[in-house]
């Protein structure tokens, strides 16, 4: 029996995705350079072309080609489509920008918090750097990604509060917070999540389908990637490690923030770890030190081992303020080398990886609601 022929609305619809993720990956084309990238007559694209500029989804630059032949106008996307806002809240701060569909930034808004701010402060801030933006920026903010350095609920967007977490937003509702000034959907998850999701579409874990990113900072986390997938688990909490049972300094088993608390590595009146102390051991070649050394590499190692055996990784990718610096990865390496599983352990690439995640899915999220918006009543 022959297959059904699509219908011509469908075929209208697909063509003009083509038009409008074409106008995406570049500043304006012209119809026939359209045709070209898209593989689609030059006929089909005039008349998708037609559509979209009624529709107001894009414009004619008013610029035209020179030199020989038929002079052929530029199109490009409509500057009023509105952007994405992309948000990082970290224990020092909240940054937040507003992307377009081809990934520019337009604006950031860089707002100093103290690790002890509270739920308030920190949604104010965000809140306030969300008008800001929104002020700066033609169109609307359609939609928005937060990246957030605490463990974050799955099905709510609110930050979840876990015994001894360092960061004290208590239970932060983005969606909430930003409720008023974003008209669509608000998209939250936590800071490691996205810093693995950067790695693996843009940094060291490029294709690599399965992987365990180790975030090792002021705050412990991790992330599993699963056939190319962050895998979140029902409430969100895949990958808190902080309690996780491992071996501590002298050999008995502990929790392993415990590990930092009996090694004297964090911050006063905190569970955060010291950084600046830690790094200035890590940097020592004294035999005190070797011991710290030590002492972290055999309990991340004994971290590391619980993950390989629940989640198969091919390889494990450390990330975080102290993680990759090399002394620190040279003795993991050495320590999970000598367990009865391992596999090669790597340093993370990225800056601020956690803000490139939320970036990189902000624009794919907003280039589909335009795409989208070019035939909202279809049901295919």
Known sequence: MNAPKPSLELLRGLTDENVLRALMAHD???????????????????????????????????????????????????????????????????????????????????????????????????????????????????????????????????????????????????????????????????????????????????????????????????????????????????????HLYTAGPDGQAMSFTEVFAALDLRRASSTAIDVPKLVEILEDTGADAARVHAALAHAISGVLSAALSLADPRTVVVGGTWGAHPRMLTAIEEHFTRSPRSVPVRAAHLPLPELTGARARAVDELGSLIVRSAHPTATW
């Open 28 to 242: 304006r084309l012209t119809r026939a350079e359209i045709a070209t990238r898209t593989g689609i007559s030059k006929p089909t694209i005039s008349d998708s072309v037609q559509r979209l500029e009624q529709a107001e989804l894009i414009v004619d630059t008013g610029e035209r080609t020179t030199g020989r032949g038929r002079v052929g106008s530029y199109y490009a996307l409509a500057p009023q489509l509105g952007t994405a806002l992309v948000a990082s809240i970290t224990p020092h701060g909240v940054i937040a920008e507003a992307v377009d569909a081809r990934g520019r930034a337009h604006g950031q808004v860089r707002t100093a918090l103290e690790a002890d701010a509270g739920q308030e402060v920190a949604a104010e801030a965000l809140a306030a750097a969300a008008a800001q933006l929104g002020g700066q920026v033609d169109g609307r903010l359609r939609l928005a990604v937060v990246s957030a350095a605490d463990p974050v609920d799955r099905a709510t967007g609110r930050l979840v509060h876990l015994p001894d977490a360092p960061f004290l937003v208590g239970a932060l509702d983005p969606p909430a917070v930003l409720a008023e000034m974003v008209t669509g959907p608000v998209l939250v998850d936590n800071d490691v999540n996205w810093a693995a999701r950067a790695e693996y579409e843009h940094g060291c874990a490029q294709g690599v389908d399965d992987f365990v990113y180790l975030h090792l900072g002021e705050g412990l986390g991790c992330a599993v990637v699963s056939d190319g997938v962050v895998r979140r688990g029902h409430r969100g909490l895949v990958g808190e490690i902080a």
